[in-house]
């Protein structure tokens, strides 16, 4: 598994990360035994970065973490976290009284000390402005209760506002075959100022594993049946904002650009991410043992020809341009 230096932290992770989500909520039921059987798998298999949040599960993703960690003591793993999502979305709710007690619950919930990386989860767009919140967090660097801070976005201007201030040291944002917004001014700003970029969805929430049809059923608490509208967050975490029938045809197609160069369209989408300069981890989630390691695999495809990164362009121009580039 490459490795890679996440920007302004200084900590090296692999290519290939794990997003935790499904270990908490959101995605169907995953036991604390199945849970724990994919960090194991994860980590065997070479990932060393975990992604997770104060809200997922109410603090059960964090809560596994901590106890597969207190069963591998000597795992060197960085492990990212998110706050902000616990309070109604208004910029004077992200203060340092706040910070400190979500960082906090984290830090009993996840067994440390100091958080590894703490971001800011995808908050309100005045809140990038304040030098009010970014000093907050400076203080919770200074107070060591955490070692560095990032944010998760939802809008490419965002991540711009978040790359020029000085101690960021992470953005966390959509990136998949179906969102390739960020390439165009994120990327290149990230790596100018050496800011660490987390790609988060990478298979457009499974569309891109080429599994799904339109018959597809998902469960009632998955956010792929009850998000599709946005009713619940912003509806770009849901299939990266792809209409679900669209979706369906435009990975029909990309399953066929992956199986003609004898890749996996899941192994695919993910290697094409890992691939793309600028970006330090790709965060895939996993539900199965199997789906972790299949993910971890994709760190180790080799360097993937320039004609599909063009097939992977034309098919967005295309289908998907039109309907996604200009919203995030």
């Not at 910070?99 to 908050?123: I, K, M, Y």
Request: overall charge negative; aromatic content about 8%; charged content about 25%.
């Amino acid at each position: 598994m490459d490795t890679r230096i996440l920007g302004r932290t200084g900590r090296a992770v692999s290519a290939i990360g794990l997003g935790t989500w499904q270990l908490g909520a959101d995605w169907g039921d995953v036991s604390e035994a199945d849970a724990l059987q994919i960090l194991d798998a994860a980590f065997e298999a070479g990932v060393t970065f975990f992604d997770t949040a104060d809200v997922y599960g109410d603090g059960r993703s964090e809560q596994t973490i901590a106890a597969w960690r207190r069963a591998n003591p000597e795992a060197q793993v960085m492990v990212a976290t998110k706050m902000g999502r616990r309070v109604e979305q208004r910029r004077e709710n992200y203060v340092l009284d706040h910070f400190r007690a979500w960082t906090e619950r984290s830090r009993r919930n996840l067994g440390v000390d100091t958080l590894d990386l703490v971001q800011l989860h995808c908050p309100p767009t005045d809140v990038y402005g304040s030098d009010e919140v970014f000093d907050a967090l400076d203080t919770l660097v200074d107070e060591k209760a955490i070692a560095a801070y990032g944010v998760s976005v939802e809008e490419t201007s965002q991540a711009l506002a978040a790359i020029a201030r000085p101690n960021v040291a992470s953005v966390q944002i959509i990136l998949n075959a179906f969102r390739l917004k960020p390439l165009d001014e994120v990327l290149p700003a990230a790596g100018d100022a050496g800011v660490g970029i987390i790609a988060r969805v990478p298979l457009a929430s499974g569309l891109l594993s080429g599994r799904y049809t339109r018959e597809t059923a998902f469960a009632a608490n998955d956010h792929r049946n009850y998000n599709r509208d946005g009713s619940a967050f912003d509806v770009g975490e849901t299939f990266s904002g792809v209409d679900f029938e669209e979706g369906i045809e435009a990975a029909r197609e990309f399953s066929e650009l992956a199986s003609a160069r004898g890749l996996e369209p899941a192994t695919a989408a993910l290697a094409w991410v890992a691939q793309l300069p600028g970006v330090t981890t790709v965060i895939p989630g996993a539900r199965t043992v199997a789906q972790a390691r299949a993910n971890a695999a994709a760190g180790e495809v080799p360097p993937l020809r320039a004609d599909f990164m063009d097939a992977v362009r034309e098919l967005y121009d295309r289908r998907l341009r039109a309907s996604i580039h200009g919203r995030w």
